[in-house]
């Protein structure tokens, strides 16, 4: 059974940053693709970042180009967000979720699983 385990949310003042790291464990055959999405109270959980674990690369939604920038680290199982200029409209629960294949989905239904999600919460 896959299971995904987010971890680094917190408070932070606007400008300010965090990184937030999400483990990945169980058997995985083939190609994958790691994402994060937010869900701010009240709105549709939205595409923040993906990454292939295979090859590298990347897809960002447009809002977070230039502030966030998505990585891994294959020896850990780990996928990792790092928000720098963050916002107050950056206040979400961040959500990491893994696709089986070679795509880099930026659509919710596109996921085969999630984790439980991790507080961010900016302060004006």
């Known amino acids: 059974q896959v299971q995904l385990v987010e971890s680094g949310g917190g408070l932070v003042q606007a400008g300010g940053s965090l990184r937030l790291s999400c483990v990945v464990s169980g058997r995985i055959i083939g190609s994958y693709t790691l994402g994060w999405f937010s869900q701010a109270p009240g709105k549709d959980r939205e595409f923040v970042a993906a990454v292939n674990f295979n090859d590298g690369r990347t897809n960002y939604a447009n809002s977070v180009k230039g502030r966030f920038t998505i990585s891994k680290d294959s020896a850990k199982g780990t996928v990792y967000l790092q928000m720098n200029a963050l916002k107050p409209e950056d206040t979400a629960v961040y959500y990491c979720?893994?696709?089986?294949?070679?795509?880099?989905?930026?659509?919710?239904?596109?996921?085969?699983?999630w984790g439980q999600g991790t507080q961010v919460t900016v302060s004006s």
């Open positions: 979720a893994l696709n089986l294949g070679y795509a880099l989905p930026n659509l919710a239904s596109a996921y085969d699983y």
